[in-house]
């Protein structure tokens, strides 16, 4: 799995962090569910339901440490669509900062 896919994924999800009540899973909402069916590894406790937490813990294993909005265009893309995800507001979109706005 490369980078611009982990990061289309989270593109995709993003918007479900700030959902209200109950956790999101791969069985209650269906954007989870397509990057579910799409990546199956990203269920890592492996009982088939994929959940905010564990998307998390993909893209951290998987996307590059180093990965920004400035060498990644789909981080680019995601600082346009999510423009709080930019924590410290330097314009500039980190591996870091997604992993925190995806809690």
Not at 34 to 49: E, H, I, L
Not at 53 to 78: C, G, H, I, Q, W
């Amino acid at each position: 799995m490369n980078a611009k896919c982990i990061a289309i994924m989270a593109i995709g999800v993003l918007p479900l962090a700030t959902a209200i009540g109950g956790e999101l899973t791969s069985k209650n909402n269906p954007k989870l569910a397509k990057v579910m069916a799409a990546f199956p590894k990203s269920d890592t406790n492996g009982d088939k339901v994929l959940t905010i937490s564990e998307l998390r813990t993909f893209v951290s294993a998987k996307m590059p440490d180093k990965a920004t909005s400035k060498t990644n265009p789909y981080l680019k893309r995601l600082l346009k669509e999510e423009k709080d995800a930019d924590k410290n507001g330097d314009a500039l979109l980190t591996k870091a900062e997604l992993l925190a706005h995806l809690r």
